[in-house]
């Protein structure tokens, strides 16, 4: 599946200044292109396309606060001793 979304403000984490009007061209789960990209270039066919009405994307952005429980927390952290991981033993 090809997503084009188009009218974003773009944050990209290089330090760049924000860029409006930006595009991002998504490929099944891989983003291809992210920044300016002419009218002429966007994709047509096979493509849904999104126009997000300027707001803001910041590509690879991923979720790093995360509570798997606030039960049982002693027995997380056993689990976690030695570097074995909790998804190995609760299931």
């Not at 979304?5 to 595009?23: F, H, M, S």
């Not at 997000?52 to 991923?62: F, K, M, S």
């Amino acid at each position: 599946m090809r997503r084009y979304l188009k009218n974003a403000r773009l944050i990209d984490g290089t330090e760049r200044p924000v860029q409006e009007q930006a595009a991002l061209v998504i490929e099944a789960d891989t983003i291809m292109h992210a920044g300016p990209l002419p009218a002429s270039d966007a994709p047509r066919e096979s493509a849904t396309t999104i126009d997000l009405g300027g707001r803001t994307v910041i590509p690879g952005l991923v979720e790093e606060h995360l509570h798997l429980s606030y039960n049982n927390v002693k027995v997380i952290a056993d689990l976690m001793k030695g570097g074995r991981f909790v998804t190995q033993h609760l299931s």
